[in-house]
């Protein structure tokens, strides 16, 4: 599930009990049960399993965009006995607190200081753990991450979960960014468009002049697909059920609908990423001492930088726009039995199966009286997409957050003008902002999530144990499976970068300077893309993901048949991409 877009939370429902178990405990005990097994083992481990503490790292005082900055220049390990050549004596008899807060001087006068990590071995894990053992188990993300946000906090020995882990995290930059951003304006938007029926509007306009036959229907499924970037329940629910009905009758199997719905839902969010994606992402990516990475607007630039090497996402939305054009080359023998079954027999669904058509998603909250209009939509995403992509363009960081309030307030001035009353439009925005609310708490958990596995430690165990170990080349394929693991399991992506980049960005950095690679920061990068992308391949293919299973609904799909038709063009994609990350890396 992408947790982005939640705006309309599917809750699909597990199986009341787990057969085979003696005591036929039920969900819910189950849960309870690792929730209080998981939390006891975090309080012990912060009371009792004693941190280790690595003097592993120098960094020398630079100037950065922000300001002074301490940055790492020197990723080898030192022996805290045995300090760099800079003034040995002056380091004799101190204690590793000490050598933690005593700034040196090299010969040239710069200041020196060493970086002093901490971890709790693997206990440090125990967050990050409990959070997939919840999304599992329960398949709801905000239950799972708040455990996971609690284990965290008794692990690091802070009790008082709500003022000493929440509080801080809410009172945030990157906390107050995700409440203005996604919360406000991208919920007021959302809001906006679907009282007065302006993106609705737009998809039945261009379903009606460009469909002439089932290559022009699927074609049209896929522009939409790309032009509704910000991905997720937006695109999978206006595409699948504006196109819908235009694609039954031209004999289109709902198996390849759902396919090209779902593989342009987040797969394009990443690489037309003007949305909220790389501010959420940016909040998990820092890495201390690195300086490509050191502000928000390097993260931007860094994440927007590595786009092009989102080669999984390239290839998705390319098997979607071959399947389109009838020239897919991998689709497996279930999706080709199903064109050949509804081309020939008309026969939409396999025989047997159980489509979830919803008739409720394609509900209109227009007012009575009130005619959409195309410009509703067109002048809001043109003014979002042309700032967003003219501030990146002159400035190297996209001005997201000023592009959305922008498009907000045109969208709200053009309603007006139209005729909308007041009333309406608050009652939109209003809608809007209670569809994105739950989504907003589990990016926040998220955020939080991802800075108490910075706390605990578990980058530095984890490169301090395989940075040495793992061949440089491979880590890209690694990462990769591992993410799409996770999401698959999970049902999230957006949870799963929570989880995995506070460990995947430092364990590439540690890779990348044992390797003694020549381009470290692209190296970086390449793991940065296959984090990204292994999260989405997850979360698209998962039978528990919102997008997965709204695409199988909007379209009137089994979600099965949906769910493994989908399978071979996506392994098919992500088996290009490991080759071509793996090719890329041995270029470092």
């Known amino acids: 599930m992408n947790t982005e877009q939640t705006d309309q939370q599917i809750n699909h429902e597990a199986p009341n009990r787990f ?28 009371k009792w399993a004693k941190s280790t503490d690595l003097i592993d790292k120098i960094a020398i005082e630079q100037t950065v965009e922000d300001g002074k900055s301490w940055v790492v220049i020197d990723m080898e390990k030192i022996d805290t006995e045995t300090l760099p050549v800079w003034n040995e004596t002056d380091a004799e008899g101190l204690t590793a607190d000490e050598l933690a807060t005593k700034v040196f001087r090299d010969a040239d006068g710069r200041p020196i200081r ?30 799972s991450l708040l455990a996971g946000v609690v284990s965290g906090g008794l692990l690091l020995g802070q009790y008082n979960i709500v003022d000493e882990v929440l509080m801080p995290s809410m009172a945030s930059v990157s906390g107050a960014g995700i409440l203005l951003l996604y919360l406000w304006l991208l919920g007021a938007l959302m809001g906006i468009w679907s009282r007065n029926g302006a993106a609705e509007a737009f998809a039945n306009w261009a379903t009606r002049h460009f469909v002439r036959g089932p290559r022009s229907a699927k074609l049209v499924a896929w522009g939409l697909g790309v032009l509704f970037f910000q991905g997720g329940t937006i695109s999978t629910v206006l595409v699948g059920t504006t196109v819908r009905p235009v694609a039954d009758r031209q004999r289109i199997s709902h198996e390849e609908l759902s396919y090209i719905v779902d593989s342009t839902a987040s797969p394009i969010a990443i690489l ?75 026969q939409l669904d396999r025989p047997g199966s159980d489509p979830m058509l919803s008739t409720e998603l394609q509900a209109s909250q227009t007012p009575e009286g009130y005619v959409p209009s195309l410009l509703e939509f067109v002048l809001p995403l043109g003014m979002l997409t042309g700032i967003a992509v003219g501030t990146f363009w002159f400035s190297g960081s996209p001005q997201v957050r000023v592009a959305f309030a922008v498009a907000v307030v045109v969208a709200a001035i053009t309603s007006l003008i139209r005729g909308m009353s007041l009333t309406d439009l608050m009652l939109g925005i209003n809608n809007g902002l209670k569809g994105v609310v739950v989504a907003s708490v589990i990016l926040l958990l998220a955020v939080t999530l991802g800075s108490i596995t910075r706390d605990t430690g578990a980058a530095y165990y984890l490169t301090s144990g395989l940075g040495d170990t793992v061949p440089y ?11 799409v693991a996770i999401a698959f399991s999970t049902g999230t992506s957006w949870g799963t970068y929570a989880v995995a980049f506070p460990l995947a960005m430092p364990l590439a950095i540690s890779v990348a300077a044992s390797a003694d690679l020549s381009n470290p920061q692209l190296f970086v990068a390449i793991c940065f893309a296959s984090v990204l992308n292994g999260s989405v391949m997850g979360d698209q293919c998962s039978p528990i993901s919102d997008t997965t299973v709204l695409s199988s609904m909007t379209t009137g799909a089994d979600l099965m048949d949906h769910v493994l038709t989908q399978m071979i063009p996506a392994t098919a994609a992500a088996g290009i991409a490991l080759v071509l990350w793996t090719a890329l890396a041995l270029t470092c």
């Open 114 to 143: 060493v970086v002093r990590s901490s971890h709790f071995r693997w206990w440090s894990f125990l967050p990050a753990i409990m959070a997939v053992a919840m999304c599992l188990l329960t398949k709801e993300p905000m239950i």
């Open 19 to 46: 057969p085979g178990s003696k005591r036929n405990f039920t969900v819910g005990r189950w849960a309870a049960c690792v929730v209080v097994v998981g939390l006891a083992m975090s309080f012990a481990a912060g």
């Open 272 to 346: 037309l990423a003007f949305n909220a994606w790389p501010l959420y992402v940016q909040t998990l990516i820092f890495v201390p001492g690195v300086t490509f990475l050191a502000t928000e607007s390097d993260r931007l630039s860094f994440f927007f930088g590595s786009l092009p090497l989102s080669f999984y996402a390239w290839f998705a939305v390319l098997g979607t726009l071959l399947l389109s054009v009838e020239k897919a080359p991998f689709l497996g023998k279930r999706m080709r039995a199903a064109i050949e079954r509804s081309r020939t027999t008309g």
């Open 473 to 483: 080349m491979l880590l890209p394929g690694l990462l990769f499976v591992l993410t």
